[in-house]
């Protein structure tokens, strides 16, 4: 585990600190640094007489409650990623309302090329599950590198999930609990499988429970992870419109499949497209040519008729040093890319999207990167 983890999940225990606060101080004294700088210093950052005593008096307990954690994950084979590591999704990276430290557990990265979360209603019709599971199946045969993520609930969560798994294709299911809490738990054989085709993630500590209030920080996640959201059936009101909200406000593409005029299950999905928040979905190739993934693929070809070029214009420099620092070295993992090129973290890994999205470079398992052009 990062020393970061440590120290950020202690930082978390802190009574008067919540995350803007935390992300404040490990910017300004690192992570390692908090509960060992002076009253001072401390207040210098913006802390006040009480809740600098709340960091001295929790220390012990804060720092007990970070080891327990680290030591169940280790246990049972999960990672902790903080906000601070270079391994830390980087799709959440530039995000504020990010977790400070994400959990982890399974077999595929989360910086795969294409990511679509698919969200709807726990009750959906026979129409919803067969439309659903005939995009999501198509998306996956069309796409290898695509990642579906959902929320593993009931309903349309887990016919996306299985969809993806049916098409050989890995998916993330997001977690409104711990990690040893499966929930619902009729879905535990699924989540099995997930963890060995895809991951299962969360914000919360080992033994939280599924709380109502835990789901709509889940859906933040969920709409965090990816590039695009698909909602299929929904009611005007919901966790699915929550995730759609989330996903508009972190400037993700938002597609609905329309619905009977009517329906109580198509008016969410309607209202979506009617106010033009949403595009209208009604096969694969919709979402598929709104996101120039194919483009993307055949970009991504290697041309045998002329020689390589550089990508198109506009390129900026932090691009220009990445693609030197691959030039001369064919693979790099992203924390060694920022010792090359010297950028820090957070604008590498915003980078290294961008040029992914253009087919400049591709992700490797272990967080690497390959020049493609």
């Known amino acids: 585990m990062a020393d970061d983890v440590r120290h950020i999940l202690a930082l978390s225990q802190i009574n008067g600190l919540g995350p803007v606060g935390i992300r404040n101080l490990v910017g300004r004294l690192t992570a390692e640094g908090v509960f060992g700088s002076s009253d001072e210093e401390l207040g210098r950052c913006g802390l006040s007489a009480t809740t600098i005593g709340a960091?001295?008096?929790?220390?012990?307990?804060?720092?007990?409650?970070?080891?327990?954690?680290i030591d169940k994950a280790e246990k049972e084979g999960a990672r902790l990623y903080a906000f601070t590591d270079q391994d830390f999704p980087r799709r959440m990276a530039s995000e504020t309302s990010a977790p400070l430290v994400l959990y982890y557990r399974g077999s595929t990265s989360l910086d795969t090329a294409k990511t679509l979360a698919v969200v709807g209603t726990r009750r959906p019709t026979d129409d919803g599950r067969n439309i659903c599971d005939k995009i999501v199946g198509e998306l996956c045969r069309l796409h290898p590198d695509l990642l579906i993520i959902s929320g593993l609930a009931y309903g349309?969560?887990?016919?996306?999930?299985?969809?993806?798994?049916?098409?050989?294709?890995?998916?993330?299911?997001?977690?409104?609990?711990?990690?040893?809490?499966?929930?619902?738990?009729?879905?535990?054989?699924?989540?099995?499988?997930?963890?060995?085709?895809?991951?299962?993630?969360?914000?919360?500590?080992y033994g939280t429970p599924p709380?109502?209030?835990?789901?709509?920080?889940?859906?933040?996640?969920?709409?965090?992870?990816?590039?695009?959201?698909?909602?299929?059936?929904?009611?005007?009101?919901?966790?699915?419109?929550?995730?759609?909200?989330?996903a508009q406000e972190m400037s993700r593409r938002l597609f609905s499949v329309p619905g009977f005029p009517g329906r109580q299950m198509s008016m969410g999905c309607n209202a979506l497209i009617k106010s033009g928040q949403a595009s209208m979905v009604e096969c694969a190739d919709d979402i598929d040519k709104a996101m120039g993934w194919s483009h993307l693929a055949m970009r991504r070809q290697p041309k045998q008729d002329k020689a390589p070029t550089l990508f198109p214009e506009p390129q900026d420099e932090k691009q220009k040093a990445i693609v030197a620092a691959l030039q001369v070295e064919d693979c790099l993992n992203a924390s060694q890319i920022c010792e090359r090129v010297g950028i820090p973290p957070a604008q590498v890994n915003?980078?290294?999207?961008?040029?992914?999205?253009?087919?400049?470079?591709?992700?490797?398992?272990?967080?690497?990167?390959?020049?493609?052009?």
Do not use: C, W
């Open 350 to 373: 915003a980078t290294l999207l961008q040029m992914e999205f253009a087919g400049i470079v591709r992700s490797l398992p272990g967080n690497e990167y390959k020049l493609m052009i």
């Open 211 to 246: 709380e109502a209030y835990n789901f709509v920080s889940r859906n933040r996640i969920i709409a965090m992870l990816s590039d695009a959201v698909l909602v299929v059936e929904s009611g005007l009101k919901g966790g699915s419109l929550i995730t759609a909200k989330d």
């Open 55 to 69: 960091l001295r008096d929790g220390e012990k307990r804060a720092y007990a409650f970070a080891d327990r954690e």
């Open 156 to 205: 349309i969560d887990i016919v996306a999930h299985r969809s993806a798994l049916a098409a050989g294709r890995n998916t993330v299911a997001v977690m409104a609990t711990g990690l040893d809490t499966i929930y619902p738990s009729q879905h535990r054989e699924t989540a099995k499988r997930i963890e060995g085709q895809g991951a299962i993630v969360t914000e919360f500590a």
